[in-house]
Every structure is written in structure tokens, then in C-alpha cells.
């Protein structure tokens, strides 16, 4: 089955950066749409970025501008380099991909960022 470990978490205050790593298995990763999504409490999940096979990128508003999205096919890793942090981007960030091969979509356990003033 497929596999997604996020990591790279953790606590900054306003203005600071965080790069979010997510490592992929169990699947042909080159050939693989991957997404971030993140929820923030009491909130529902929102998108926040994805990445094409093809290394197409789209970002939710919330996050244009500030956020980028990139992918290592070598190392089977998509990564999220965040900047500009603002507090109101506190969640916890979930890495996606949808596999063809089992018909489903597949999720990390998450990685916690907390953005403080």
C-alpha cells in the first residue's frame, strides 16, 4: 500500500519559514500527482498546494505567494517550502495522492506547524 511520512513541523513566530518534507512509497512516485492539505482546529481540511507529474503547481489563495511546492522524483519526497508565516497558518499540514493502482486516496499522519506572534 501506499505510504506518505510527513515531517518537518514545529513551532515560529511570525515572518519565520518552515520546510515540510513528505516521503512517498509504495507507489511509482515520478508518475504521481501530490497535493498538501491542512486543517486547522475546528476547521474543516483546506487545500493548500499540489504538484503534477509534470511539475505543474496550484496553491489555495490563503497561500499564494508565500508557499511553494516542489518535488524530488530521485528521493521520492514533495516538499512545501513555507515563508511569510502568519499565525493564522497554525494546522497541521497532511500530505495526499490519489493512486490509480488501489482506487483511493492515501494520507499521512499529518505534521503539526504552530505559527505564534
Known amino acids: 500500500q501506499v505510504q506518505l511520512v510527513e515531517s518537518g513541523g514545529g513551532s515560529v513566530q511570525a515572518g519565520g519559514s518552515l520546510r515540510l518534507s513528505c516521503a512517498a512509497s509504495g507507489m511509482i512516485f515520478s508518475t504521481a500527482a501530490l497535493h498538501w492539505y491542512r486543517q486547522a482546529p475546528g476547521k474543516l481540511r483546506e487545500f493548500a498546494a499540489t504538484?503534477?507529474?509534470?511539475?505543474?503547481?496550484d496553491y489555495g489563495e490563503s497561500v499564494k505567494g508565500r508557499f511553494t511546492i516542489t518535488r524530488d522524483n530521485d528521493k521520492n519526497t514533495v516538499y512545501l517550502q513555507m515563508d511569510s508565516l502568519k499565525p493564522e497558518d497554525t494546522a497541521v499540514y497532511y500530505c495526499n495522492t490519489y493512486s490509480t493502482l488501489y482506487r483511493k486516496n492515501f494520507w499521512g499522519q499529518g505534521t503539526q506547524v504552530t505559527v505564534s506572534q
Open positions: 504538484i503534477t507529474s509534470g511539475g505543474s503547481t
